[in-house]
């Protein structure tokens, strides 16, 4: 059986990596001529350290990431502690795997390597996808075509094989991000005891923490979007621009924001969730099934799971045995998926109110929500033994 992935991300690779160890071939057909992914920091739950580290990652992720002690929400204004939930070894011993921050281009680099040569092919965008009964057809835009029993989308949220399947659109948040890296001798009290500090405030958000084996602060600022629209990784933004979104800040915050040499912006979209995501020989993984706003970081640790469920439906399948594999594939994944997205899309509400009586009521409602133990529903969740339960 011969599977074809559109989409070299962290999403296509992790497909590719769990269905290379499944013993079941595929291809991974990518439009860049360099494959690199862009980006800044990244955090990986447990539901994401857990099959990545099955994947015969570990190794690779202890050796670039760094384990953060706790998380802690953090006034905007003061800079007040309102929670701090324990990560490091309290979060392994409770779930299994560890949480962990990286960069995204060190993670991506290690799906690389565990792919065998010649399994990923540069260069080709796809542009159209035809599914007959028995097999799909990729079309490239340099005219080429391509034949498989399964056709996986991860081409992320402006997706070409999800338009085949789905038609929507991408919903825009209002929101826009500014991601930054910072050297880590410029917050040396944010890497001497690591943490992801969140802080919260009218409108709008700040979350820092360490990565490259703390060598570098990773911080994501969200902001009201106005008039900017870009969608693009490396659209540079006035670091002068973002200090003064955030004026009335605590100093702390500011001084995050303002210690990066660049700023890159990106206007945040997601889509609402679907009924349906595949057909008898194509489906969807990540931002091209279920883009989400990352207003708590799952979007690629969802992109994880995808990849390991759909190889684990794949693995004893046989051509005949396709749709069947990927309608028990979308029964596992999209309960679970649409349950994350409805608290992220939550998240951009809560982290964002006003000084006032809902502020004070999801300050109260902190540990029970968002504490070490409130997390069993997504930490907790192992994506490969959903699929055979």
Request: proline content about 5%; charged content about 25%.
């Amino acid at each position: 059986m011969h599977i074809a992935i559109v989409g070299g991300g962290i999403a296509g690779l992790t497909v590719a990596a769990a269905l290379s160890r499944a013993g079941v071939g595929c291809e991974v057909f990518e439009q860049t001529r360099q494959l690199r992914e862009l980006g800044a920091g990244i955090q990986l739950s447990p539901n994401a350290t857990r099959p990545l580290r099955r994947l015969g990652l570990g190794r690779h992720l202890d050796a670039v990431g760094v384990r953060p002690d706790a998380v802690e929400m953090r006034r905007w204004d003061s800079n007040d502690v309102l929670m701090r939930t324990p990560l490091g070894a309290a979060c392994e011993a409770m779930y299994g795997a560890p949480y962990l921050s990286a960069h995204r281009a060190e993670l991506h680099t290690g799906l690389l390597e565990l792919l065998p040569a010649g399994v990923v092919r540069l260069g080709l965008r796809c542009v159209a996808v035809r599914e007959r009964p028995d097999d799909v057809e990729l079309r490239f835009d340099d005219g080429s075509t391509v034949h498989a029993d399964v056709v996986v989308g991860a081409d992320g949220i402006r997706s070409v094989v999800r338009a085949h399947l789905v038609a929507d659109r991408p919903r825009f948040s209002g929101q826009t991000v500014y991601r930054g890296l910072v050297p880590a001798d410029r917050l040396p009290e944010l890497v001497r005891h690591p943490t992801v500090v969140i802080w919260l405030g009218p409108g709008r958000h700040c979350v820092c923490y360490p990565i490259s084996r703390g060598t570098l602060v990773s911080f994501v600022a969200t902001a009201p979007a106005g008039d900017w629209r870009g969608e693009s990784w490396t659209a540079q933004a006035r670091r002068e621009e973002l200090t003064d979104a955030y004026t009335g800040w605590h100093d702390e915050v500011r001084a995050v924001l303002g210690a990066a040499d660049t700023v890159t912006r990106w206007a945040l979209h997601d889509r609402d969730s679907v009924d349906r995501w595949s057909s008898d020989r194509v489906t969807l993984v990540g931002d091209a099934a279920h883009p989400m706003l990352p207003f708590g970081a799952q979007g690629a640790n969802q992109a994880i799971e995808d990849a390991v469920a759909l190889a684990a439906c794949l693995r004893t399948a046989n051509r005949d045995d396709v749709p069947a594999a990927l309608k028990r594939y979308e029964e596992v994944r999209r309960p679970r998926t649409e349950s994350v997205h409805r608290t992220m899309r939550d998240n951009a509400r809560n982290h964002h109110y006003a000084d006032g009586d809902e502020q004070r009521r999801r300050d109260r409602e902190m540990d029970a929500n968002w504490g070490l133990r409130g997390q069993r529903w997504l930490y907790g969740y192992d994506a490969e033994e959903a699929v055979v339960s």
